[in-house]
């Protein structure tokens, strides 16, 4: 199993950026393919972005362009790159994992069996 940890969230301003962080612990992180997703108050829990243990990444595409996923095998830390954020990014954002030994990137949240606690982002107008 792996235990997951998000940091980094906050109030910001429209255009504004944020850098969140996942801290990793209980098994090997690099094994472990790393997603992203965002929750907003009465909807689904949306993909927002993934890193597949071979370091190929996804991203959805109201994020293409903004936000950057990566990761830092050395620190079991993943992390995602907000840039330009909009009002409509904000939301609850989870850090998930899988253990994926194939060439699969996935962004079902289905796919996750392991999440965090989840970290605040509010982006005001």
């Known amino acids: 199993q792996v235990q997951l940890v998000e940091s980094g969230g906050g109030l910001v301003q429209a255009g504004d950026s944020l850098r969140l962080s996942c801290a990793a612990s209980?098994?090997?992180?690099?094994?472990?393919?790393m997603g992203w997703f965002r929750q907003a108050p009465g909807k689904e829990r949306d993909f927002v972005a993934t890193?597949?243990?071979?370091?190929?990444?996804n991203y959805a595409d109201s994020v293409k362009g903004r936000f950057t996923i990566s990761r830092d095998n050395a620190k079991n830390t993943v992390y995602l790159q907000m840039n330009s954020l909009k009002p409509e990014d904000t939301a609850v954002y989870y850090c998930?994992?899988?253990?994926?030994?194939?060439?699969?990137?996935?962004?079902?949240?289905?796919?996750?069996?392991?999440w965090g606690q989840g970290t605040q982002v509010t982006v005001s107008s």
């Open positions: 998930a994992a899988v253990l994926e030994l194939s060439y699969h990137v996935p962004v079902g949240r289905r796919e996750y069996p392991y």
């Open positions: 890193i597949h243990w071979r370091g190929n990444t």
């Open positions: 209980g098994r090997t992180f690099s094994s472990y393919t």
